[in-house]
């Protein structure tokens, strides 16, 4: 071995990369996002189509038993202009790669799908979580870890 040859310490919160003779090259911190809007209550006059407790709102809506909206629900009120906020979960499969990293989507006006997907840590394309899908890239990458 020799002086540029790396090696790393993890530490609960970091790994330090450290060249051979000791020399810190390198650190990657652990970094714990949080979304601020879970359980939060709808704004003032938003239409809330689904909290959990019922899919009354949708056409074929049903509910898992974790109380999750099952897919294949469509919205029985219709939109023109609107701003949504949508909480979502993606499951968690550490070993798959790309799309099979729980793939789904909510489509507007049976045209559009924004994209869901685990993308945590990717750089926010039209095929990442929040992007129309192969029309715009997310302006940010919404997934948490």
Same mark, same amino acid.
């Given at each position: ?8 310490? !993890?530490?609960?919160? !970091? ?11 390198? @650190?990657?911190?652990?970094?714990? @996002? ?12 938003? #239409? ?19 109380? $999750?909206?099952?897919?294949? !629900? #469509? ?25 099979? @990293?729980?793939?789904?989507? #909510? ?6 799908? #924004? %994209? ?5 840590? $990717? %750089? ?22």
């Amino acid at each position: 071995m020799n002086d540029d040859d790396n090696q790393y310490e !993890a530490t609960s919160d !970091a790994i330090e990369f450290t060249s051979i003779s000791g020399k810190i090259v390198g @650190r990657l911190e652990q970094i714990e @996002r949080k979304s601020p809007t879970p359980g939060a209550k709808p704004q003032t006059g938003a #239409v809330a189509l689904f909290d959990g407790s019922s899919a009354n709102e949708f056409v074929g809506g049903k509910m898992t038993a974790e109380k $999750l909206l099952e897919v294949g !629900a #469509v919205s029985k009120h219709k939109f023109a202009n609107f701003l949504m906020h949508l909480e979502f979960r993606t499951p968690f499969m550490p070993n798959a790669c790309g799309q099979g @990293r729980g793939n789904s989507g #909510v489509y507007l006006q049976n045209r559009y799908e #924004v %994209q869901l997907l685990d993308t945590f840590g $990717l %750089q926010g394309k039209d095929h990442e979580c929040g992007g129309i899908y192969s029309a715009r890239a997310t302006k940010v990458n919404v997934c948490f870890p």
